[in-house]
Each structure stands twice: as structure tokens, then as C-alpha cells.
């Protein structure tokens, strides 16, 4: 019964393409996160959702867009894709905004613009 | 600019020893402390949150936190090679809008 979930798993795209990133979660937590992970492992984060509302946004670029339908969900989607945009991105949750709390992590979406 | 720095490595301990990790944050107002371990293609997963001066104990695993030295650190006694993975030490506020900030992370290797 996996916890946290995102589709797909593995995505090879060509530049310039849209694509989305799917994540749901079931352990009724309220606030979910998009953390991107480069090739040298550096794990940053770019979105946070709390309760369908945005409470963090990173400089990222607008290419970039989250969408939260519930609280359950958080979609990430990236416009004209580029070479750069090549890595793991996770999506996570933990139970409230507090930063003091656990984040659990989905397993992950390797993007590859070629 | 908030940051926390670690030892890349790869770090190689021998089977059975003391495996110590270390980081380093910048940002003195940091309230709470974590260390996540990675296997290689998977994702990060909790192994010890710090939140006080101190030590921490769980099972083989010890955190320490000096708030005044700014570092925090991680033993790992009695090393298995299903310890080998990369460690992330972590730190996040005091606020709903704190976030939480990542170190780079320490690859771990336990020789047999």
C-alpha cells in the first residue's frame, strides 16, 4: 500500500515538449512538496502545497506549474521542456506546514529531455 | 543564502566500525535537525530527527546536534553493508512556512 505515488515513473522527452507528473498521497497528511534532484544528488525544493493552497514557491522558472485539485493530490506540470530540466523529481507530504515534521517521499520521476 | 554542507565522500568504513557523519548549517534560527538515507535509485527516507542539544539514540544509530557549533552528525555503530547508501542531513525553521533544506549528501560505503 504505497504511501506516497507519482506517474509515471520513468519519462524520456524530447525538448520543447509538455509534460505532467502525477502524485497522490494516503496517509491524510495536508501538505505536499515537488523537490527536484539534480545528478549530484542535491535535493531542492520547488513547490509546497497546505490544504490546496501554495505556501511555497522557489525560483523556478514559469515553466513550471503545480496544481493541487485536494489535498491528496499535487500534479506538476513543465512547459517547453529543456536539456536542464533532466533529473528526479520527488514528491513528498508530511502532516502540516511545520518544517519540523517528516516529509515522506514518493519513489520518484527520472525525466530525460533529449 | 540558507545552506547546509557535507562531506560528499564516498566516506568507506570497514564492516563492524563506527561510521560518523557530519554536517554544517549557516543559519543559526534552524530548529530541526533530520538525517535521511538513499539507496541508489530510490528515495530518501527518515532515519533520525534531532531537535535539542544533544544525543539521540536509535538502535545503531546516534545523532548528535550542536546548536552553538552550528553541526550536526550521525554514528552509525556496528556497520552492515546494507548501511551503504548516501546520507542527507537536513534542517528546517520554526514557521508553517519554514521549508526544509537538503545537504548534498554523504555517500557511505561499508567495505566487508
Known amino acids: 500500500d504505497t504511501a506516497v505515488s507519482q506517474t509515471p515513473k520513468y519519462l524520456v522527452t524530447q525538448m520543447g515538449n509538455d509534460k505532467s507528473i502525477k502524485c497522490e498521497q494516503n496517509?491524510?497528511?495536508?501538505?505536499m512538496y515537488w523537490y527536484k534532484q539534480d545528478s549530484k544528488k542535491f535535493l531542492k525544493i520547488m513547490f509546497s502545497y497546505n490544504n490546496k493552497e501554495l505556501i511555497i514557491n522557489e525560483t523556478v522558472p514559469n515553466r513550471f506549474s503545480p496544481k493541487s485539485p485536494d489535498k491528496a493530490h499535487l500534479n506538476l506540470h513543465i512547459n517547453s521542456l529543456e536539456l536542464g530540466d533532466s533529473a528526479v523529481y520527488f514528491c513528498a507530504s508530511s502532516q502540516g506546514g511545520y518544517s519540523g515534521n517528516t516529509i515522506y517521499f514518493g519513489e520518484g520521476s527520472w525525466l530525460t529531455v533529449v | 543564502q540558507k545552506e547546509v554542507e557535507q562531506n560528499s565522500g564516498p566516506l568507506s568504513v570497514p564492516e563492524g566500525a563506527i561510521a560518523s557523519l557530519n554536517c554544517t548549517y549557516s543559519?543559526?534560527?534552524?530548529?530541526?535537525f533530520f538525517w535521511y538515507r538513499q539507496y541508489s535509485g530510490k528515495s530518501p527516507e527518515l532515519i533520525m530527527s534531532i531537535y535539542s542539544n544533544g544525543d539521540k539514540e536509535d538502535g545503531r544509530f546516534t545523532a548528535q546536534l550542536n546548536k552553538a557549533s552550528q553541526y550536526v552528525s550521525l554514528l552509525i555503530r556496528d556497520s552492515q553493508p546494507s548501511d551503504s547508501a548516501t546520507y542527507l542531513c537536513?534542517?528546517?525553521?520554526?514557521?508553517?512556512?519554514?521549508?526544509?533544506?537538503f545537504g548534498s549528501g554523504t555517500r557511505l560505503s561499508i567495505r566487508p
Open positions: 543559519d543559526r534560527g534552524s530548529q530541526s
Open positions: 537536513a534542517w528546517g525553521g520554526y514557521s508553517s512556512a519554514s521549508k526544509i533544506i
Open positions: 496517509l491524510g497528511h495536508d501538505t
